[in-house]
């Protein structure tokens, strides 16, 4: 039997995928898991990995046929047996109709006697009523029935439900393996220099799925003058920054200002600079170190931590508003005369 790869575009996903499997081999697998991650790091095609290797009708230990109709369904997200339970409607959470239906689906028989996935990709859709019919569920296990549940925090499910699953917390890849997996996945990466490379995971959390996707946007291009501007705005007029940070881009932007004040911070507490996040901005990272003191800097971080937050939990708040005040602020904490 020819082996195909098993998670190709997503290497770092292996460990996992051949974890669950094996427990699946050794007859030690769970009825439901838990699959948390604050990353963009591919954890759908897991879960259509493991869907497709589940269903397969020609299996061989760790591989899937890829040839058998079970497998050529799932690869064209249409199996039958494979009910994946959302809203549509990102800011409508699941009803507990949706969920008592599922009893019904259960029930009914299997496509191919090979059993049935139920696939939740936003716990957080799950609200406390529909938590609690599917914790009823998950109370009576069906034979050949599993439950895949995604989340961005464990927090995000009742206790009672994390508890009758297995949790799977899946981190992104080590910076060796992320590097190595833009350069084979960038056309003519050799424009991007090393560092380059490494200060994209960092700034996606090192997310190589996340870092791919800024270096090939226009924005990644224009990082370079907004840096420049921040540290001419810090020299002459925070207010510089208005019309840039006011934008779709708005919280991306307070985003990396943030994190080049938490490498200016590592310079003042002298960490080796092998640690910080923007490695191609050295230069303007020690010249904003210059112009003001660690003990204003961390209020300033503050200060943008405090405003970001109302951006993001507020809805319909006056943007222009929100930043006139946040650049005020800021430059009242490092014009100031006085010692913090």
Known sequence: MKKYPILPWYPWLNFFYKKIIYQFLNKKNYKAYIFCSLNE????????????WIFCINKKKLYSCSKCQNCILIENHIHPDLHIIKNNKEKNSISIEIIRNLTEIIYQSSYKDMGKIIWFPYAKQLNISSSNALLKILEEP???IWFFIQCTH???????IYSRCQFWNIYPPNEKIGTLWLKKKIKNYKIFKKKSLKTALRLCNYSPIKAYQLLNNVIWKSRNTFYTILVSSLEEDIMKLLSILNSKNILLYLNWIYLILLDVIKIHLNIDKKFLYNLDHIYLIYKISNLIIVDK???????????NNLLIKINNINHELVLINLLLSLEEI????NKY
Request: net charge positive.
């Open 41 to 52: 790091l591919g954890t759908n095609n897991l879960i259509y990995a493991l869907t497709k």
């Open 142 to 144: 069906s034979n050949n």
């Open 154 to 160: 464990k927090n995000e499910l009742l206790p009672t």
């Open 297 to 307: 800097i961390l209020l300033m971080v503050k200060k943008i931590l405090f405003y």
């Open 334 to 337: 490092y014009k100031s005369n």
